[in-house]
């Protein structure tokens, strides 16, 4: 795609995203008349949805940047925080920071840890000769996810915990939020990831091409390796810390946006940030309204639509990585 129509792609994208935006703030368990948004008898309900909606659309935008920072880095389409096990491992941190701690900064911060222990262990287990080993990070990672995945289960079955409702539900994902301050945590987060990852988007079109053609065009492969590595699982630990485990959205978006708007991640990471949060908004709008009075955890539907995503990559990557 052309440099002009892949811009007009993302203009789409922000329009898309803002009229979404409207009327996920009308619909839910109570309709929102269009011609009473601005009335006092909504004020309350509309709050608390609007924070909502920019916990969808900051914490999508999250995961997709991790995503794309994943893939560019691995080159590889499987590549994501839920199949590499960084949301796992941020799960796992922040169950036990709610059942040893309960407080905010210490979920937080235990999640962080663990996102950034698992892209540690990950690495560790996938490196040979001392470089990632983009086809044993995928192993890597599906074996560490379901380390931690089993970690989750002991201690949630163990746990005689009064909360062990509410962090099964949170687990499953979670866009409930009542002030903005989460929300503020987790966009400047996001944005933080954003702007470092732009900066180095010259350095992901260099991986692209093979570690051995970037290392030729000057690269420092492993520092920049380190550095996105780094960013993708603090992301990606602060979108778990708030929202719990979404599978699949880093998975998806990224290699959709790459199919529309071409390889160079100067366009690819605007792209694959407002894909996420459209998608993770319509999910939500999804779960909302499907079931309704009753509200369908988010992971659940992404999952539903991720899953066969999945197995269709898979299919399609098999002559490359299954020779």
């Known amino acids: 795609m052309k440099r002009v129509k892949a811009l007009n792609f993302i203009l789409i994208l922000i329009l898309c995203l803002s009229v979404l935006s409207i009327l996920s703030s009308l619909m839910g368990p109570a309709r929102i008349p269009l011609g009473q948004i601005l009335s006092d008898r909504y004020a309350d309900i509309l709050r608390l949805r609007f924070f909502r909606i920019m916990l969808a659309i900051v914490a999508g935008a999250g995961l997709s940047l991790a995503g794309v920072i994943l893939q560019g880095v691995l080159r590889n389409p499987l590549a994501e925080p839920y199949v590499l096990g960084v949301s796992s ?94 929300v503020a945590i987790v966009a400047v987060v996001v944005l933080a990831g954003f702007l470092v990852t732009i900066i180095f988007s010259k350095e992901l079109n260099a991986l692209s091409l093979g570690e051995e053609e970037a290392i030729h065009l000057g690269v420092d492969v492993e520092k920049v390796k380190g550095i996105l590595l780094l960013v993708s699982a603090l992301v990606t630990s602060v979108v778990v810390s708030m929202c719990g485990i979404i599978g699949f959205v880093g998975l998806m978006m990224p290699h959709l946006a790459r199919r529309l708007v071409g390889p160079d991640h100067r366009i690819l990471v605007w792209a694959s940030i407002l894909m996420g949060a459209v998608f993770l908004l319509l999910c939500d709008v999804v779960s909302r309204i499907i079931m309704a009075p009753r509200e369908l955890p988010i992971g659940v539907v992404t999952a539903f639509v991720g899953v066969p995503f999945f197995i269709y990559i898979l299919r399609r990557s098999r002559k490359v990585y299954f020779k």
């Open 89 to 182: 491992g941020s799960g796992l941190g922040a169950v036990i920071g709610l059942l040893f701690f309960s407080t905010g900064i210490a979920v937080n911060a235990l999640a962080f840890i663990g996102g950034g222990l698992t892209i540690v262990l990950v690495c560790s287990l996938a490196r040979v000769d001392k470089r990632l080993s983009p086809e044993n990070m995928i192993i890597s990672g599906i074996l560490v996810n379901a380390l931690f995945s089993s970690m989750l289960m002991f201690f949630i079955s163990n746990s005689y915990s009064p909360r062990i409702h509410s962090i099964i539900w949170w687990l499953l994902g979670n866009l409930q939020v009542y002030n903005g301050l989460h």
